[in-house]
Nanobody, 123 residues
Framework: QVHLVESGGGLVQTGGSLSLTCAASIGRAGSYGVAWSRQAPGKGREFVAAITWSGFTTYYSPSARGRFTISRDNDKNMVFLQMNELKPEDTAVYYC????????????????WGQGTQVTVSS
């Protein structure tokens, strides 16, 4: 099993920055790809970014590319999402998810999910 806990959400003004952290407790050895996704009120869950186990390959949604950066520290079992130039449309609950194996942009591939952290961007 993999237990994921997100942190770092909060309220920020338009143009501001936030850094989210996904801390993992790994009970089953593996090479886990990790993704960040988000869900805004009344909308479905949306892929944001993903990173392979090695950290060498990353994927971004068009809305995240150029503003968000995903990274990881495997020694600490943490994955980060640095979010810059935040916009009101970035307001959502942000979730991290993990799967044993490759990282993908398909959220259905991910087996383990955290509880989410709220990000609110005021205009």
């Amino acid at each position: 099993q993999v237990h994921l806990v997100e942190s770092g959400g909060g309220l920020v003004q338009t143009g501001g920055s936030l850094s989210l952290t996904c801390a993992a407790s790994i009970g089953r050895a593996g090479s886990y790809g990790v993704a960040w996704s988000r869900q805004a009120p009344g909308k479905g869950r949306e892929f944001v970014a993903a990173i392979t186990w090695s950290g060498f390959t990353t994927y971004y949604s068009p809305s995240a590319r150029g503003r968000f950066t995903i990274s990881r520290d495997n020694d600490k079992n943490m994955v980060f999402l640095q979010m810059n130039e935040l916009k009101p449309e970035d307001t959502a609950v942000y979730y991290c998810a993990a799967q044993d194996g490759r990282a993908t942009m398909n959220l259905d591939d991910y087996e383990f999910w955290g509880q989410g952290t709220q990000v609110t961007v005021s205009s």
